[in-house]
């Protein structure tokens, strides 16, 4: 689902990512892992076009992708949950869902109940500010936001960040439910070990943003992994 070749980076004259070759394949939770510092934010925005990236190719679905804004990334069938959730405080929750709407055709301007069988609480606090939610429950509106989008590929940056532990565990569950339908691929960017490794099928550690190790949990052992990304 997703493929990028010698992708770089940079922040003005600074050099953020070198080269960056990895995948991510429907069905599988790819974790991008790492100390601080190292690049995994912005590995993502430069997939997302958030940030563009200086050079290499990323590939959606077979379709090779130019240096886009995040609107047309958004329309190619990503979506992205960033740090920091990027929720509209003023808006309502039903609102802030429905800014997801403009990258769907018209016949798909509504919220679907499978939104709030995952996430219930956003259909109590349907009426209520964004600005007005829990952390965990806007992290929680974010990636229902994001789902409405119907991507193909959905980005999440570091979603148990200052998260309570229940609602930890539920977006764990959110997280398995969408690989086992197996239509999407989901980039997950965590620094929480156990909960990526508990969810992760492929994992890359980047250090000093370029890719220091590569594989699946098959291959990788949890020692050696968390041996690399603990230094």
Known sequence: MLRTSGLTLHYGGSQILYGIDMQARA???TCIMGT???G???LLKAISGTHIRSGGDVVLDGVEMGRVPPQAMARAG???VPQGRMIFPL???RENMETAFACLPKS???????????FPILKEFLNRRGGDL???QQQQLAIARAMLMKPKLLLLDEPTEGIQPNIIQQIGRVISYLREKGDMAIVLV???FDFAHDLGDRFYVLKRGAVAMEGTKATLTREALREVVSV
């Open 27 to 29: 069905g599988e939770v």
């Open 36 to 38: 601080n510092g190292v």
């Open 40 to 42: 995994k934010t912005s």
């Open 78 to 80: 990503l979506g992205y």
């Open 91 to 93: 808006l309502s929750v």
């Open 108 to 118: 798909e301007h509504f919220i679907p109940d499978e939104i709030y069988e995952l």
């Open 134 to 136: 829990s952390g965990g």
């Open 190 to 192: 965590e620094q929480y």
